[in-house]
């Protein structure tokens, strides 16, 4: 079953809010981040890389290919570790896959975060003249 989820930073120990997507999840759950398939996508909204990329990744995320797949959205502001990974010190939007131990840094096409996704090589990988560095925000 596809699952699409959207939450707020600001709810980690909480449940987190939704759109209509799907149903609700705490972030928190490390074990339910840990799972094969599985996608979280960090981003900020003063950034505007990540503002692009948003439409990518939920376009990305209703692909009949990635129909076993769910996909997280972290929307964080002050960039809280998530399952002990730090955020902020890699720069927004960042997209993280194989328990979190995988991540693309920056807005790339749909076609970028696909081969993200289809790599089994556990590389990290940076588009970094297309993200927003955190620390220089603040």
């Known amino acids: 079953m596809k699952r699409n989820i959207f939450f707020s930073a600001a ?12 149903e609700v999840h705490p972030l928190n759950n490390c074990a339910q981040l840990s799972k094969p398939k599985t996608v979280v996508l960090a981003y900020a909204t003063w950034c505007k890389y990540s503002q692009q990329f948003l439409p990518v990744y939920k376009n990305t995320s209703n692909n009949i290919k990635y129909k076993d797949w769910t996909f997280y959205t972290l929307v964080d502001e002050d960039f809280s ?14 997209t993280f896959k194989d328990n ?12 970028g975060l696909e081969h993200f996704l289809d790599d089994l090589n556990k590389a990290s990988a940076k588009a970094q003249a297309f993200s927003c560095h955190v620390k220089n925000n603040k």
Do not use: F, H, R, W
Not at 81 to 94: A, R, S
């Open 11 to 22: 709810l980690l120990c909480s449940l987190a809010t939704t759109t209509a997507y799907a």
């Open 81 to 94: 570790p998530v399952c002990n990974v730090e955020i902020k010190d890699k720069g927004v939007p960042i």
């Open 100 to 111: 979190m131990q995988s991540y693309l840094i920056g807005a790339v096409p749909e076609e």
